[in-house]
């Protein structure tokens, strides 16, 4: 049994790395992308050359940090035709992505803990399983709805499920086939299902 319980634990710390992993990169920290590109404390009266061209640089405009008229149209037009969902996506996958990797390492913990009684392994490794078996099912569900929909995303909160999708329009009746499809998969009511269209990207 030891040797068992050494083998799951193994094997639940290496996927544990894995959708930690993946938790960092969805939620990496927008200031190295700033230090990438360049764009954090700016320089006054900068004297370098670039290359053999000559070009010295002695001042930069710093601006003064509010959004132009034209930038806010600009803003407005990406939201009416779409852009903007792209994020929206991104940010429920990512909330997602840390809820389940919080609930797996809760699971994780008490299946590693040598400590823990036959009882609470095993109803660990069954939590386990219904965890994994409900993303399972989400994940397939989505890929469903992505047949139909550029972009289908099923975000769980509590006992409740909130469906995304891209569409220009949708009728109340696809809005009911998508109910009726989350009900059958997931085996809930109608009341903890709630849709909602974006415009496509």
């Keep these: 049994m030891n040797t068992k ?5 193994l094997v639940s ?30 320089t006054e009266n900068v004297s370098e050359v670039n290359g053999g061209s000559g070009i010295v640089v002695d001042q930069v405009d710093q601006g003064n940090g509010e959004m132009s008229e034209k930038d806010k149209a600009v803003l407005a037009e990406m939201e009416r035709n779409g852009m903007a969902s792209s994020g929206l996506f991104a940010d429920l996958m990512s909330k997602r ?3 389940y ?18 009882e609470e392994f ?3 490794t069954k939590e386990m399983e219904l965890l994994e078996d409900k993303n399972s099912r989400i994940t397939n569900l989505e890929i469903a709805l ?7 995303l099923i975000s769980p909160e509590n006992d409740r499920y909130k469906v995304v999708v891209t ?13 009726e499809q989350v009900m059958k998969t997931l085996e809930v009511k109608p009341e903890q299902v709630t849709v909602q269209y974006v415009p496509a990207p």
């Design 122 to 124: 095993a109803a660990a």
């Design 13 to 42: 710390m290496l996927s544990l790395m894995v959708v930690l992993s993946a938790y960092y990169l969805f939620t990496q920290d927008l200031n190295d992308a700033d230090k990438l590109s360049g764009s954090g404390a700016e």
């Design 97 to 99: 992505e840390g809820q």
């Design 146 to 152: 992505q047949d139909k929909y550029e972009m289908a």
């Design 5 to 9: 319980r050494q083998t799951i634990w």
């Design 101 to 118: 990797a919080e609930e797996e390492a809760r699971i994780y913990a008490v299946i590693a803990n040598v400590e823990s009684s036959d």
């Design 167 to 179: 569409s220009d329009k949708l009728e109340k009746k696809e809005a009911a086939g998508i109910i």
